[in-house]
C-alpha cells in the first residue's frame, strides 16, 4: 500500500468548487444547444464563486489554528480563507456584470472566469515558493485569454498580448527571485526560508526580484506599464474582475510572503516599499488627470490605489495587515461597480467610453449615475463610503509604524486624486446638453444581472462605511494567522 | 438622543425626496415641511436643554471602530445648540426659498439641500474627531452638486477653486486626526486628553481658517458666493462658515492648550487682518453679492478674533455674533436674490431706486442692514460690543481695529442700502417690478423677526452658552 499525503479536502473546498463549476461551464459549451449556452455558463461560475464563498466562510470559522496543507506546500489559516471569501464573492459580482457582454462563446468565458477564481483561491493559501508561482501563472493565463476574448474589439488581442508579455516578464522575474532564493537558503516554504536565517547579496537580489515580480501583478510604479493599455483594451467586464481579484490576491500573497519569509529583512523591504508606494501614488495620480478615456483615467486611479495598499504592506505590522484587508473591501467593490457602470454605457453607446460619453449620464440613468458618484467619491476617500475608513487605517497603520511622512504623501496624492475623480462626477452632472452623446440605436436594453452587480457594489460601498467594525474585526482575526 | 434625531430627520428627508417620484411643487414642499419639522425637532430640544448643567446633553454615544477608538459620540453644549438652531433655521428658510423661486431637477436639489443641513448639524453635534471628520467632508458633496449643477455662469471654476481650497485644508486635518487619535489612543473628544503638538494644532488650524474663511486662506470666497444660487450661499456663509467656529471652540482651545497659547498672536493678527480687509474689500465690491461675500469674511475674522481673545467676553460675544451673524447673511443673501430675480443683475451701478413703490422691500432691507452694520440695540451690535471688550483684554490695538470694523460694516451696509433703494432708477431696475411678494415676505419675516428678538434679548444666547456663564473657564477645563 502506498502512503498517501493527508489531505485536508474543506481546505481545498473552495478552489475545487470553481474548478468544478469551470468543468462544467466548459461542458456546456459542447453539449448544451447553442440557446443555453450562456444561461448555463453563468448560472454555474455564478453558482461556483457562491459556492466558494460559503466553503471559505465555513473554512474561514473553522482555522483558528494556522495548520499546513499538502506536505506543507499550502497553509489553511483564516487569512487565505478571508482573502477567498472576498474573491469568490467579486467573481460572483463579476459574473453578473458580463450576463449582457455580447459575445460568442459563452461557455468558454463563464469556464475561464472560475478557473481564474479558482488560481486566485489557490494563489492566497500558497505557503511555497513553488505554489506561488503555480498559482500565479494558473490564474495570469486565464486572465491573458479572457483579455483577449471580445473578437469585435479591435483592442482586445493587442491588450492580450502586452499583458501576456509583459506579465511574462513579471513573471519570469518573479520565479529567478526565487531560484535565488532558494540558492541562498535552500528552502522553498516560506517558514523554512526564514528558518535557514541566511544573508548575503543572494538573498537580498531574490527578495528584490520577488518584490518586483509582484509589483508587476499589483500594477505598482515603476512596474505597471501594462496596466493602462490592458485595462483599455481588455472586455470591460474582464478589467472590471481584474482590477478588483487581483489586487487582493496578490497583496494579500505579498503580505504572507514577506512576513513569514523575510521578517529578518524587515529594514530592507519596508524602505523598498515604502519607495513603491510613493512612486504609485505620484504617477499614477499625475497620469490620471491627463487621461480622456474612461477605462484608462480608472487604470491609473487603480495604480494610485496600489500606493495607498502599499502604505499598508510598507507597514509591515499587524495593523497594517488589517488595514490592508479592510481597505480591499471597499476598493474591490468601488473598481467592481465603477467598471460595471462603464460597461452599461459602452453598450448603450456602443462605443469606447471618453470622459465626454458620460455627459449627462447622471441625469439619464439616475440609478447608475449615483452609482458612479459613489464611486468616485468613495475612490477619493469621502464620507459614507468605505474608501475614508480605508485611508485612515491605512494612515493609522503608517504612523503606528513610525512612517509619519508616508501619511503626508497619502493626503497630498488624495488631494490631487480629487481633480479627475471630481471632474467625472463634472461630466455626469453638469455639463450642458449639447454635449451629450446620443445613445446608439434607441433605448438600451435593460440588463438587471448588471443593475444587481452595481447595486451590491453601492451597498458594499455605503455598508462598509457604517459596519466598519464587522470588517475590521475578521480582518484583525485574520491578520492574527501571521506571525507578527 | 435628540440630537441623532437632529442629524438623522434631514438626511432620511433627503433621501425620501431623493426617492418618490412626486411632481415638482409636492417635492419641494415635501423639502419644506421636513425643514419646517426639524426646526420644530430643535425647538423640542431646546426646551429640553438644561442650560445650567455644563456636560454634554441630549446625546447618543456608540462604539463605532472599537479597536481604534472610534465611537458615534454627538450630543450637544449650549454653544453648540445655537449653532444647530442657526443652521435648521437658515436651512428651513433655504428651503422655502428654493420651492418660491422652483429650481429645476427639484428632487435632486431639495435632496441635496436636505442632506447638507443634515451634514451642518452632524458637525455641530459631533463629538469624536472621526464623526467630525466625516461630517466636515460631508458638506462637501452636496456642496459641490449646488453650486457646480444650479449656479451661474463661471459655476465650473468657482466648485474648483472651492474644493480646491477646502480639500487641502481638511486633508491637512486628516493627517492631524489620525495623528491625535493614533497618540491618544482614542479618536473621542470625551476621553481624549490635551496635547501640546503644534504640528497636529495647525493641521486643524488650516483646515478651519480656510473653511471659515480667514485671511489669507479666502481665494475661493469670491467666486463661491457669487455663482452659488443665492439660497445656497445662504447656507454657506450663515452656517457653513460657522462649522469653523464649532472647530475652535469645541477643538482647537480645549484640546490644545499650549499650542493655541503660542500662536494666539499669530491668529489674532490674521483675524483682524481678515476683518478689516474683507470689509475693505466690501466696501470696493462692484455687486450686491460681493459686498454681503466679503462682509461675511470680515464678520468671521471678527468672530475668531473673539474666540482666540480666550476671556469670557469674547467668547460670549463670538457665540452670540455667529447666531447673529448667521441669521443677518442668510436675510442679505435672500433679499440680495428677491433683487436679482426682479432685476436680473446685482451690479449695483444699474441699480437704484427701488424704494418708490415698493415699501416691503426697502423697509426689510433697511432693517436688516440696519443689523448688520450692527446699529445700538441689535444684537450684532451686542456681540460686537462683546468682541470688542474681549479684544480689549488682548490689547488696545485689537479694540482699535474691531471698531474700526465697525465703522467701515456701517460704511459698506449704507452703500448697499443707497445703491439698491436710493438714488435715481437704475438702467436695470424695471418700472413693473414688483414689491415683495407673499411668498417671499412669509419667508424673510420670520427671519427678521428671529434677529429683533435676538436685539430685544441678546442675553438669551450670550449667557447661555456654556455653563455658569463663565466660558473660558469651561474651555480651559476641556468640555466634558
Known sequence: MIETPRVDWLALAPTLALLGASGVALLAAVLVPAWMRRATGAASALAGFALAAVLAGVLFARSADAQPLLAESMVRDRLAALAQVVLALTGAVAVLASWAERRRDHGEYYALLAAAGAGMLFFVSAENLMTLFLGLEWFSLCLYVLCAFDPERATSLEAALKYLIVGGFGSAVLLFGSALVFGATGALGFAEIAAADAEGVFLVAGLAMLLAGLAFKVSAAPFHMWTPDVYQGAPTSVTAFMSAATKTAAFVLAFRLLATAFPEQRELWTVALAVLACSSLAWGNLAALAQEDVKRLLAYSSISHAGFLLIALAAGTERGLEALLYYLVPYSAMSLGSFAVVAARERELAAPVRLEGLAGLGWERPFYGAAMWLFMLGFAGLPFTGGLFGKLFVFTAAYDAGDWWLILVGVAATAVSLAYYLNVVRWLYMRAPELRLAPAGGSPPRDPALTAAVAACAAVTIGSFFAAEPILDLASEAAGSLPF | ?480
Open chain 2, 1 to 480: 438622543m435628540l440630537a441623532t434625531t437632529l442629524i438623522v430627520l434631514p438626511l432620511a428627508g433627503a433621501l425620501l425626496v431623493a426617492l418618490f417620484p412626486l411632481p415638482r411643487l409636492a417635492t419641494a414642499g415635501l423639502a419644506f415641511l421636513v425643514a419646517l419639522l426639524e426646526v420644530g425637532v430643535w425647538i423640542v430640544a431646546v426646551t429640553r436643554f438644561d442650560f445650567d448643567e455644563g456636560t454634554l446633553q441630549l446625546g447618543t454615544t456608540r462604539e463605532w471602530v472599537e479597536s481604534l477608538g472610534i465611537s458615534y459620540a454627538v450630543g450637544f453644549y449650549g454653544f453648540s445648540l445655537w449653532l444647530a438652531g442657526a443652521a435648521v433655521v437658515v436651512g428651513a428658510a433655504a428651503a422655502g426659498y428654493a420651492l418660491f423661486v422652483g429650481r429645476e431637477r427639484p428632487r435632486a436639489y431639495h435632496a441635496l439641500l436636505l442632506f447638507l443641513t443634515g451634514a451642518v448639524v452632524a458637525t455641530f453635534a459631533a463629538q469624536d474627531l472621526i464623526l467630525f471628520y466625516a461630517a466636515f467632508e460631508a458638506m462637501l458633496i452636496p456642496l459641490y452638486v449646488l453650486v457646480g449643477v444650479w449656479g451661474g455662469p463661471r459655476r465650473t471654476a468657482a466648485t474648483l477653486t472651492f474644493v480646491v481650497y477646502t480639500m487641502a485644508g481638511s486633508l491637512l486635518m486628516l493627517a492631524a486626526v489620525v495623528a491625535f487619535g493614533v497618540t491618544q489612543g482614542t479618536f473621542s473628544l470625551l476621553e481624549a486628553g490635551t496635547s501640546g503638538n503644534a504640528w497636529i494644532f495647525l493641521g486643524f488650524a488650516v483646515a478651519f481658517a480656510v473653511k471659515a474663511p480667514l485671511f489669507p486662506f479666502h481665494g475661493w470666497l469670491p467666486l463661491a458666493y457669487r455663482e452659488a444660487p443665492v439660497e445656497v450661499a445662504a447656507v454657506l456663509s450663515a452656517v457653513v462658515s460657522k462649522a469653523a467656529v464649532y472647530g475652535f471652540l469645541r477643538i482647537a482651545l480645549p484640546v490644545f492648550p499650549e499650542p493655541v497659547e503660542d500662536l494666539t498672536p499669530l491668529l489674532l493678527a490674521l483675524a483682524a487682518a481678515g476683518l478689516v480687509y474683507g470689509s475693505v474689500l466690501a466696501f470696493r465690491a462692484p455687486d450686491l453679492r460681493g459686498i454681503v461675500a466679503y462682509s461675511s469674511m470680515a464678520q468671521m475674522g471678527l468672530i475668531t478674533l473673539g474666540v482666540f481673545a480666550f476671556n469670557d467676553l469674547g467668547l460670549d460675544g463670538a457665540v452670540l455674533q455667529s447666531v447673529a451673524h448667521a441669521l443677518v447673511s442668510a436675510s442679505m443673501f435672500l433679499l440680495v436674490g428677491m433683487v436679482e430675480r426682479r432685476c436680473v443683475t446685482g451690479e449695483l451701478a444699474l441699480l437704484g431706486g427701488m424704494a418708490r413703490g415698493r415699501p416691503a422691500l426697502a423697509t426689510l432691507l433697511l432693517v436688516a442692514g440696519m443689523v448688520a452694520l450692527a446699529v445700538p440695540g441689535s444684537a450684532t451690535f451686542a456681540g460686537e460690543f462683546l468682541i470688542m471688550a474681549g479684544a480689549y483684554g488682548e490689547g488696545w490695538g485689537y479694540a482699535a481695529l474691531v471698531a474700526l470694523g465697525i465703522v467701515l460694516a456701517a460704511m459698506y451696509v449704507l452703500r448697499l442700502i443707497s445703491a439698491v433703494l436710493h438714488e435715481s432708477r437704475g438702467a436695470a431696475v424695471r418700472e413693473e417690478a414688483l414689491d415683495l411678494r407673499p411668498g417671499e415676505l412669509a419667508l424673510l419675516l420670520p427671519l427678521v423677526a428671529c434677529l429683533l428678538g435676538l436685539s430685544a434679548w441678546p442675553a438669551l444666547v450670550s449667557q447661555s452658552s456654556f455653563p455658569g456663564d463663565e466660558p473660558a473657564r469651561a474651555l480651559e477645563e476641556g468640555l466634558r
